[in-house]
């Protein structure tokens, strides 16, 4: 790997199979400034015959230095069909049929199992 403009890059490789995606995983982000703060949390369940199942979570609260605030949150489940292109690109087939494809690849810190898509990591379930 390598550090250029404030940033690290490590080289990457694709998924062998797609049996290495089956499983459970679990991703989110949070983000705080001020008083204000958004998380969010989902996860995926990729089964070996391409279906999916996912549940997402998220939430915010701004407070405003004037003393009033805004809150809000939602949660909600979803089911499709998945599949793996290359080992670098995962595509998402949403029974609604929204799709959503991107690029993917497995990381392995050498205690947990995780893999990146969308611009989140998520991490194996045990």
Not at 58 to 70: K, T, V
């Amino acid at each position: 790997g390598f550090a250029w403009d404030m940033g690290i890059f490590t080289p990457v490789e694709g998924f062998p199979d797609d049996s290495h995606l089956v499983g459970r995983w679990e991703g989110g982000a949070s983000l705080t400034s001020g008083g204000s703060h958004a998380a969010s949390s989902r996860t995926f369940d990729f089964r070996n015959d391409g279906t999916f199942t996912s549940e997402s979570v998220a939430s915010l609260r701004s407070s405003q230095a004037n003393g009033n605030s805004l809150s809000g949150g939602s949660q909600g489940t979803a089911a499709g069909k998945w599949h793996l292109d290359g080992g670098y690109t995962l595509t998402l087939t949403y029974d609604d049929g929204k799709v959503v494809r991107g690029i993917t690849f497995p990381f392995n810190d050498g205690k947990t199992d995780h893999f990146y898509f969308v611009g989140t990591m998520y991490k194996k379930e045990s």
